[in-house]
Nanobody
């Protein structure tokens, strides 16, 4: 089976930086798009950033210029570099990936368990 394991969350002061990582393991034939979502208390989960297999990226407006998504295909890992963090970035951050586990199988989206990011003012 496929597993996504996130790391890198924590507590940081406003203006600080964190780098999240999400490693994919298990049965992997190919990985298409990968992304980071976040969910703050009392709010809906929102897309923060996404990256295609061709390295095209998109970001929610509130993080443009501060966050950078990247991927290392050799390591089946996606990263989220977060700079200039603000208290409103506080949330649980989840990674996801559209994965085809075997040749000829349909792809589906898998999710990580989430990692907490807390930004103090």
């Amino acid at each position: 089976q496929v597993q996504l394991v996130e790391s890198g969350g924590g507590l940081v002061q406003a203006g600080g930086s964190l780098r999240l990582s999400c490693a994919v393991s298990g049965s992997i034939f190919s990985i298409n798009a990968m992304g980071w979502y976040r969910q703050a208390p009392g709010k809906q989960r929102e897309l923060v950033a996404a990256i295609t297999s061709g390295d095209n990226t998109n970001y929610v407006d509130s993080v443009k210029g501060r966050f950078t998504i990247s991927r290392d295909n050799a390591k089946n890992t996606v990263y989220l570099q977060m700079n200039g963090l603000k208290p409103e970035d506080t949330a649980v951050y989840y990674c996801n990936a559209d994965i085809r586990p075997y040749r000829g199988y349909a792809s589906r989206v898998y999710w990580g368990q989430g990692t907490q990011v807390t930004v103090s003012s």
